[in-house]
């Protein structure tokens, strides 16, 4: 069964990257679904960051502007975030989840990785 | 951006009792090829968002069919017929119809 696995740093300051890598076994992210990141700030606010497709062309939630990128690494069947210029509002829970192209929902997720942001 | 509101934000309910849960969006989820893309999750205590229902009212692999969706256009509603203790946890609406794709508020189902 596929399984995706988040990790990266707990801990961030401010103004630096977040940068964090989803391992996904059990499909090749090539095949064809799409792949993203999604966040739970404390609370239950929940938001979209983005999404790089199984061809690699990305879409970005425009709230997040110029500070995203989602790249991946085939040959690891890992795709990574990268969120630039972070501040105490980009504490939260990240998650990477499998996207299907047909139905339009995330069927799959990682169990998450809380980033706290602070110096 | 689309907003998803989600009512009641949170919800007391005893085992066995019918409860609905409302999410409604500032626009009309219909998308131009003629789907919804309106999905239910539901988030237990210490585990990630796991898919309960997409396309409205379609239930995932797995999913009890005491969960069931129903709606159309902005109006949708997650209905669960006897809430069991499986049950308990923070429920949210997602859109996919739209960018950037969007979550409702959530609502947390508890035991009364």
């Known amino acids: 069964e596929i399984q995706l696995q988040e990790s990266g740093p707990g801990l961030v300051k401010p103004s630096q990257s977040l940068s964090l890598t989803c391992s996904v076994t059990?499909?090749?992210?090539?095949?064809?679904?799409?792949w993203s990141w999604i966040r739970k700030f404390p609370g239950n606010k929940m938001e979209w960051m983005g999404y790089i497709s199984y061809s690699g062309s990305t879409n970005y939630n425009p709230s997040l502007k110029s500070r995203i990128s989602i790249t991946r690494d085939t040959s690891k069947n890992q795709f990574f975030l990268q969120l630039n210029s972070v501040t105490t509002e980009d504490t939260a829970t990240y998650y990477c989840a499998r996207w299907d192209r047909y139905y339009w929902y995330f069927d799959f997720w990682g169990p998450g990785t809380m980033v706290t942001v602070s110096s | 951006d689309v907003v998803l509101t989600q009512t009641p934000p949170t919800l007391l309910a005893t085992i066995g009792q019918s409860v609905s849960i409302s999410c409604r969006s500032s626009?009309?989820?219909?998308?131009?090829?003629?789907?919804?893309?309106l999905n239910w999750l539901l988030q237990r205590t210490g585990q990630s968002p796991q898919p309960l229902i997409y396309l409205v009212s379609k239930l995932e692999s797995g999913v009890p069919n005491r969960f069931s969706g129903s709606g159309s256009g902005t109006d949708f509603t997650l209905k669960i017929s006897g809430v069991e203790a499986e049950d308990l946890g923070v429920y949210y609406c997602?859109?996919?119809?739209?960018?950037?794709?969007?979550f409702g508020g959530g609502t947390k189902l508890e035991l009364k």
């Open positions: 997602m859109q996919f119809t739209h960018y950037p794709w969007t």
């Open positions: 059990g499909y090749t992210i090539t095949s064809g679904y799409d």
């Open positions: 626009q009309s989820l219909l998308h131009s090829n003629g789907n919804t893309y």
